[in-house]
């Protein structure tokens, strides 16, 4: 099962909102297995912002991070297919154009999953369910894919 990660998952994986969260997010990265999960680079973009602006980092850390992330996952592009579906998906069900070409990308890679927290959990388009990796109980494809990897 392919998966994308949304910024928020990798934002606390640098260490924003607390050690607990990050804490979270990195328990949550080891589990998935590192060949199934893609990051789109529209999520780099909005991390590059995050650790900057939320973060305190400098430019030179955030564009470090980002670059450890993209030696770790493989990006998705924002092709004009992902731009045109993301534009169809935000007139179509009000969503803003940003989360919209990341849940595109998601959809145009292959993706079964997209792990956010900031998008509506169970909301399924073009075969991507965006799930909450941190909500409790644990959405049953994340169950699911934990399940996968113990086998």
């Not at 924003?16 to 990051?39: K, M, S």
């Not at 400098?58 to 470090?64: F, P, T, V």
């Not at 169809?88 to 792990?115: M, P």
């Not at 073009?126 to 644990?138: C, H």
Request: aromatic share 6%; with cysteine; net charge negative.
């Amino acid at each position: 099962m392919r998966i994308a990660l949304d910024t928020n998952v990798l934002a606390y994986a640098e260490g924003i909102n607390g050690v607990e969260r990050r804490d979270a997010a990195l328990a949550l990265i080891r589990r998935v297995p590192q060949e199934a999960v893609v990051v789109p680079v529209q999520v780099l973009g909005e991390l590059f912002n995050v650790l900057v602006r939320k973060g305190g980092k400098s430019r030179g850390e955030a564009r470090d991070a980002l670059l450890s992330w993209r030696d770790t996952f493989p990006v998705v592009e924002t092709s004009p297919e992902v731009m045109l579906a993301a534009v169809d998906l935000a007139t179509d069900h009000q969503f803003g154009i940003w989360d919209a070409i990341i849940l595109s990308a998601a959809s145009q890679s292959g993706c079964r999953l997209l792990l956010s927290e900031d998008l509506q959990e169970g909301f399924t388009w073009a075969g991507v369910t965006v799930v909450n990796p941190f909500s409790t109980p644990r959405h049953a494809l994340l169950l699911a894919l934990s399940e996968e990897d113990d086998e």
